[in-house]
């Protein structure tokens, strides 16, 4: 399902501004807005996942070469040899989140630039308004 400010089509625009709209830049931010807020929260908390399960798996790896030092030398020269199942998809689930996160933060800087557009998109049809309440008029009376 696609946001309103990602659905939004000129057709809604010039609906918005001929229908003499107190502040249509209102309604256009506040579409946008949940829209911004939602891919930079995703971003951070993505990221911040990501960040968490590296600090432990790097914590549990050199624990296990300090335990394994001080007990006996390992059977191999590299600890992630010795690395189990959940460390390894621990690994994987941190790039994936860093992929999600990194992808969300780019997210919401286009939707950022697609918000000014569409801003400055609007500030022009308001200023040709009675002619969009005119052609609402036209299509209104030719259906």
Not at 38 to 44: H, P, S
Not at 59 to 79: E, N, W, Y
Not at 85 to 105: H, K, P, Q
Not at 106 to 135: D, G, H, N, W, Y
């Amino acid at each position: 399902m696609q946001s309103m400010a990602a659905s939004t089509r000129i057709a809604d625009l010039f609906r918005l501004v001929a229908n003499d709209a107190v502040d249509p830049h209102k309604a256009v931010e506040k579409s946008y807005e949940w829209e911004h807020a939602r891919a930079l929260e995703v971003g951070k908390w993505s990221l911040a996942g990501a960040t968490a399960l590296l600090a432990a798996v790097a914590t549990g790896i050199l624990r296990q070469a300090d335990a394994s030092q001080q007990v006996a030398k390992s059977a191999s020269a590299f600890p992630l040899a010795d690395m189990g199942f959940w460390t390894v998809a621990s690994l994987g689930i941190a790039g994936v989140l860093l992929v999600v996160g990194a992808g969300s933060l780019i997210l919401a800087s286009q939707i950022e630039r697609r918000f000014v557009l569409t801003l400055a998109l609007v500030a022009k049809m308001v200023e040709i308004r009675p002619f969009l309440k005119r052609a609402a008029d036209d299509r209104a009376t030719s259906e």
